[in-house]
């Protein structure tokens, strides 16, 4: 296993860099998935890694110029996304986060959804968006958080005997369950937070506190 975190970027709606550049700051594996690497130089920086079938790749070339390891995968059953986390898997890398994960493509957004809960047992991985960091919460989670900052759980499945310790509107075993019952925007009044599910497992979106 490698203790040097990752940072792949995706090929959705890529959040101002304000908003992530405390990640670079880890000296982070720079993982592109396809398109994502155009996104990423954009903003004057140059994969480590560029991974995925390249359809949505038009300067693959100058990347490889400038240092990146361009890795092409054929492999249609599976997203570019998907790619770039088996790459990594590969490689033993423990801590991932995703950028460019949401946003753009409704569809996109709700696979790579999928996609997060597929793969959260096999890595510490969560995603940031311009509102948001996004992980999976299954079992018992405490977190250190800043009283104010927003709280919302969205269920990918039933969950049942939901609590939650800390929040404006704790949950005390209650069920949420898509389609049914989620719970938004709450509000951190005191950390540590802490949230438990009996059973079942639920996105947890953390507002970015700026």
């Known amino acids: 296993m490698t203790t040097r975190p990752a940072l ?4 959705g709606e890529l959040p101002d860099p304000k908003l992530w550049s405390d990640l670079l700051q880890h000296n982070p594996l720079l993982v592109a998935a396809d398109g994502g690497a155009e996104r990423l130089t954009a ?3 140059t994969p480590h890694v560029v991974i995925g079938d390249l359809d949505s790749l ?3 070339d100058a990347l490889r110029m400038s240092g990146a390891r361009i890795i092409r995968v054929t492999d ?3 997203t570019d996304l998907e790619k770039a986390l088996d790459f990594l898997l590969q ?3 423990e801590r991932v986060t995703v950028l460019a994960a949401t946003g753009l493509r409704s569809d996109h957004t709700l696979a790579n959804f999928s996609i997060l809960l597929k793969y959260h047992r096999r890595m510490d991985i969560r995603f940031r968006d311009a509102f948001s960091e996004i992980s999976v919460v299954e079992g018992e989670r405490t977190l250190a958080l800043v ?3 927003l709280v919302s759980l969205i269920p990918m499945e039933p969950c049942i005997g939901v609590t939650t310790v800390g929040l404006q509107w704790n949950l005390r075993q209650e069920s949420l369950a ?3 019952r989620e719970s938004i925007s709450n509000r951190v009044v005191s950390s540590p937070v802490v949230i438990r599910i009996d059973r079942g497992r639920s996105l947890l979106f953390v507002g970015l506190v700026l």
């Open 8 to 11: 792949i970027i995706a090929n």
């Open 43 to 45: 903003h004057g920086l």
């Open 58 to 60: 038009s300067s693959a």
């Open 76 to 78: 249609q059953e599976t």
């Open 91 to 93: 490689a033993g890398t």
């Open 147 to 149: 009283p104010g900052t």
């Open 178 to 180: 898509p389609g049914v």
